[in-house]
Structures are given as C-alpha cells and as structure tokens.
C-alpha cells in the first residue's frame, strides 16, 4: 500500500472530528472518502498531508511511519495537498505559480523546464494564460491551476478537497478528466467530494463518512448500490 491510514483519532482542541478512522490508498488508485458537510473528511485529508496531528492512530506512507512527519517533509516525501478553495496566488502569474509548485526542483531547471512543459500539455488552458495574474483566471481554471501547481512537485499522492466546490457541472466534468488524466501518469489520488455522483464515478474504491466515523468501505461500483449512500448521498430514484 501506498498510505494507510489506522485507528486515526482527530480533534480540534478538546472538539473531536474524527474517530477510528482507517483507510488506505494502494499505488496508482484512485480512493474517495465521500460524506456530508462536517462528517470530517477535509480534517482526515489534513491528517494525511500532516497540517494536523492525530491524538492516536498512525499514517504509513510508502512504508514509513509519518505520522509525526511535519508538513513540508511529507511534501517533500511525495504527498501534495490541493485545499479546498483552490488558493492560488492571485497576484502572480500561471507561470509563477507553477514555478513555486516546483519548488523542490529549484535546482534541476531542467526538470522543472521539462514538469512545467508537461503541466501546459495536461492544462493547455493554462499555456494560454501563462503570463496571466491568477486572480483573473476563472473559478474553473484556478482549480486546474491548483491541481497543475501540485503536480508540479511529481507527487506520489495527490489529496483534493473538494475540487468541484462552487463550479459550474460542465467545468467540474473537465476537472475531473484531468484527475483521471493525472492518474493516468502515475498518480495516486486520494479525493475528498461532497459531491458523491462525481466522486463515485471517478475512484475505483471509496470509504463514507459520517460524523467523523467510516460507515461504509467498498468499490465504488458497491456503494453506488448501497442503500445508505443512495439514500444519503445520490438522492433517492
Ligand atoms: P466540509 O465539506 O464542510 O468541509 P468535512 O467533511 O470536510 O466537511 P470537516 O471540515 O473535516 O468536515 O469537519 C469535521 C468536524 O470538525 C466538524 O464538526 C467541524 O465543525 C469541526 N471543525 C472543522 N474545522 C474546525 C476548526 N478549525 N475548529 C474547530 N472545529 C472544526
């Protein structure tokens, strides 16, 4: 397995988010972990990049324990986060915000000339706005930028919260294309989505949160039948 995740207790001071939570992600898959607003998907997904420490539990990341490895190593050790929101630098340029998603090649130009090549290809939207400020791109574009900036790093595991937040369905179809385009080429995913239709349809496995607790662990062939989350999560037929 690429990460797995075990018995993980989370809380923000003395508010517990998530409780026993265990998952794992294996190389090149693409996993989901769907749920309601507040079920603690985004505060899980933290965990992961390590932005949060568990009160109990561990994380075990190609092999190694993380679980006390701060943000930036893991960074460094291959885990890209894509928050929620997209957060990309406004007043710089598509390029530049690439180019800081690199930062870890900084002293390979060649490597990051040739990553940053490669992101234009895959984003062909964002070579036509290279020298654009971020801030004038659309919502649509600022997610893509934000995905391409963390592919920038050659992550190992990508972590996308929410990324069809707040965009039209046409746009988060193109999003969600290039996810699987991003997997395509080696990329493990682990996908946040409120929105389960999209998300079940773009992972291959899938764990459900509810209240800070998985419910539900399955393929996603599975959970698209099972009743809970249709009920809950793809509105009933
Ligand atoms: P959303 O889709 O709204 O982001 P989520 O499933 O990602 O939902 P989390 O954001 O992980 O849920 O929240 C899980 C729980 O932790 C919720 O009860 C939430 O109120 C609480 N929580 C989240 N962030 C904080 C914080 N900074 N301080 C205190 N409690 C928080």
Redesign the pocket.
Known sequence: MLLEAEGLELA?GE?P?CRDVSFNVGEGEIVTLI?A???????TLRAVAGAMRPRKGRIVFRGKDVTRMPAHERARAGVALVP?GRRVFPALTVRENLEMGGFKLRREPKRLAAQFERMLQMFPRLRERAAQAAGTLSGGEQQMLALARALMSEPRLLCMD?PSLGLAPLVVQDIFRSIRAANATGTSILL?E?NARYALETASRGYV?QT?RIIAAASCAALKEDPRVKEAYLGRR
């Open positions: 923000y508010v988010a749920g607003n507040g079920a603690g998907k985004t505060t929620e929410e946040v409120q949160l800070g």
